[in-house]
C-alpha cells in the first residue's frame, strides 16, 4: 500500500513539473530574452559572457568567416563601451523559415525574429542594432508540423546600417 502511495506521489509530481515546464518556462523562451541576455553582458562590460549568449551556428558552409569576425569586433566593442545600460525594442520582424522563407504577420509561425533595438551606453551614446533571432535549429514548421518548443537563439547582432550575413539572402541578408 505504501509503495503505490510513493508510486502515486511520483507520478503526480511528474505531471505537475510538466505542467509548470509548459505554462511557465516556455513563455519566457522569447527572442527579447536572447536580447537582454546579450546586452546585459554588455552593459557588464562583460565579453565572455556576451559571446556565449551570441551562438555560433556550425552546418553547411557556416561559421561563415565574416560572421565570426563580426562576432568578436562588434561584442568586444559593444563590451568596452558598456552599452545597453538602457535599451528599447523597436520592432519585430517575424519571419518564415521553412518552405518559402519570407516576412509574416504570424509570429507564432515564425522561426526568425529580426529585433530592431535602439541602446544607449552609460554616456547616453545612441547604438542602433539589429539581433537576429532564430529558432534553434532555424526552420520552424510551426502550425503545419505541430511544432511547440521554439529554443529562440541569437545567430547575429548588426549595427541597423549594416546587412546581416547569417545565413543567407533568402532571409534578405547579404554576403
Not at 506521489?9 to 515546464?21: M, N, S, W
Not at 525594442?89 to 526568425?112: F, H, K, M, Q, Y
Request: one cysteine or more; charged letters at 20%; aromatic letters at 10%.
Amino acid at each position: 500500500m505504501r509503495s503505490s502511495r510513493i508510486a502515486l506521489g511520483a507520478v503526480g509530481l511528474a505531471i505537475v513539473a510538466v505542467v509548470l515546464f509548459v505554462v511557465v518556462a516556455r513563455p519566457f523562451d522569447t527572442p527579447e530574452r536572447q536580447v537582454d541576455a546579450f546586452l546585459a553582458a554588455t552593459a557588464a562590460g562583460d565579453e565572455a559572457r556576451a559571446l556565449d549568449a551570441w551562438e555560433v551556428f556550425s552546418g553547411g558552409i557556416h561559421p561563415l568567416p565574416a560572421l565570426v569576425a563580426r562576432r568578436t569586433e562588434l561584442t568586444r566593442e559593444l563590451a568596452a563601451k558598456r552599452v545597453g545600460t538602457t535599451h528599447v525594442v523597436r520592432s519585430i520582424e517575424w519571419w518564415r523559415t521553412c518552405c518559402e522563407p519570407g516576412p509574416t504577420n504570424d509570429p507564432a509561425n515564425a522561426g526568425l525574429a529580426r529585433v530592431h533595438v535602439s541602446a544607449t551606453d552609460p554616456g547616453g551614446a545612441p547604438y542602433e542594432l539589429v539581433f537576429e533571432v532564430f529558432v534553434k535549429k532555424l526552420t520552424w514548421w510551426g502550425d503545419a508540423g505541430g511544432e511547440t518548443v521554439r529554443d529562440w537563439t541569437l545567430y547575429e547582432v548588426h549595427r541597423a546600417t549594416e546587412a546581416c550575413v547569417f545565413p543567407s539572402s533568402a532571409y534578405g541578408c547579404g554576403r
